[in-house]
């Protein structure tokens, strides 16, 4: 009896170890502030579809901020994540040495995500052929508009069909209205090369492959400024809150170009009181040297799951990323929820995603980004990427702007520095 007794308590005492396992939740770190409410909500949509007992915590960070709370969590082991999301600027700083994310080539094939994401974002998160992450976003470039202000000033933005026309017009609206056509920013560099079918890095490995192209974009931005077609705002980017709050609010600036998530979240966030005076239609083409025009759109940016190695329930977490990224109202919600454009193609049929979007003077913004999505240029991975887009925005772009260095010098002097860096953070 006693034996039968202490056998038994042995076996309450295991399902409670077995439970408390299973009880762990899964503690995922996301790279926005904005995001987490997204996560909070496909966690409960998780339990209420997938697992009455899930449980995860979910921790935001700063876009700069976490890949140097994950650095310091995979080096020491304390706490350590297990899924993360990563903008693909950042990514590539965890690629130099022992990669710190699990392989997930397999079970992505298993799940069918090698078809069903958008073709040009599968490798998004892939090097030496491996892929450690799921892309969330098609981030397809385009160029937003104020639409109330180019009807004003009897602007047709269809006829913007090239970069030559837009400047054409611009220097017009400059010289009749005082008015600039486009705010610059840094990351106008790797977005344009990319629409030309160049990129910062070359599949080899190689900085600025494509030379000439990366002078004549540079060349570009810098006579914009000159001209007084471009702008640089105040702080020198498009993504701060003073520039929505100064040159867009008082009418300044008539466009600027941005992925489908600039417009969902940072458009929407920071100037909700333009609701119905944007529009978005695809970038002006480049007249490339063949004599053939470009495509008309590019991209920028991004965020993406992986599993961290340090997990002790991979299995738990690829369930969850695999939900988030297949399920149909995770995808709505990111939408709809002004967050981004799935990159999963299946959600694409949803017409919640299709319908006229009223911030958008009742475009169907969903329709353009699935037009375009076919044009969306892959990127090309690299453990300096996030140095060579820092790099220029933090220490050449006013010297460039202003004309205090020809485009060139530019482009020597930071392949000089890139070549010699060390790569990662």
């Given amino acids: 009896m006693k034996l039968n ?10 399902l409670v170890f077995v439970g408390s396992l299973h009880a762990k ?40 901020e976490m890949p140097e709370k994950l650095a310091v969590s995979i080096k020491t ?12 600027v950042l990514f590539g700083a965890f690629l130099a040495g022992d990669v710190p994310f699990l392989d997930l080539g397999n079970r992505i094939k298993k799940a069918k995500l090698d078809k069903d994401i958008a073709k040009s974002r ?7 052929g491996k892929t450690y992450g799921v892309p969330q976003s098609l981030s397809a470039m385009v160029l937003y508009y104020r639409s109330d202000l180019l009807k004003e000033l009897d602007i047709d933005p269809v006829s913007l069909t090239t970069w030559d026309k837009f400047v054409s017009v611009g220097e017009k609206v400059v010289k009749d209205h005082g008015k600039a056509m486009i705010a610059l920013d840094p990351t106008y560099f790797g977005i344009l090369l990319r629409q030309r079918d160049s990129d910062l890095f070359g599949k080899d490995g190689s900085v600025y492959p494509d030379r000439e192209a990366a002078i004549e974009v540079l060349t570009w931005l810098q006579n914009l400024k000159k001209s007084g077609v471009g702008m640089v705002p105040e702080r020198a980017s498009i993504f701060d809150p003073l520039f929505f709050n100064s040159a867009v609010q008082f009418g300044e600036v008539l466009t600027v170009v941005g992925a489908d998530w600039y417009g969902l979240d940072m458009l929407q966030q920071f100037t909700p009181d333009l609701k ?23 991209t920028f940016a991004g965020q993406g799951l992986m599993i961290n190695k340090g997990s002790k329930l991979p299995e738990e977490a690829w369930k ?23 990159a999963y193609q299946p959600s694409w049929k949803d017409e919640r995603l299709l319908q006229p979007n009223e911030f958008f003077s009742n475009q169907r913004f969903g329709e353009l980004l699935v037009k375009l999505s076919n044009e969306v240029p892959e990127v090309v991975g690299h453990p300096n990427r996030a140095k060579a887009i820092f790099l220029f925005q933090e220490t050449f772009f006013n010297s460039l702007i202003y004309g205090e260095l020809k485009p060139a010098e530019v482009i020597d002097k930071m392949k000089t520095m890139l070549e010699a860096a060390e790569p990662g953070f």
């Fill in 5 to 14: 007794k202490a056998f038994s308590g042995l076996m309450i005492l295991g």
């Fill in 25 to 64: 939740p899964l503690d995922i770190w996301i790279s926005s502030f904005q995001d987490q409410l997204y996560y909070e909500n496909m966690v409960k949509l998780y339990k209420a579809s997938v697992d009455k007992d899930f449980e995860a915590k979910v921790q935001a960070f700063g876009f700069r």
């Fill in 77 to 88: 082991g304390i706490n350590p994540p297990d899924v993360v999301q990563l903008d693909e």
């Fill in 122 to 128: 599968q490798k998004l998160f892939a090097y030496k």
């Fill in 276 to 298: 119905g005076k944007w529009g978005a239609m695809p970038l002006p083409a480049w007249k490339l040297p063949n004599g053939k025009l470009s495509r008309r759109t590019s």
């Fill in 320 to 342: 969850f990323i695999k939900f988030v990224i297949t399920n149909k109202e995770s995808n709505a919600r990111r939408f709809l929820d002004g967050n981004s454009f799935p």
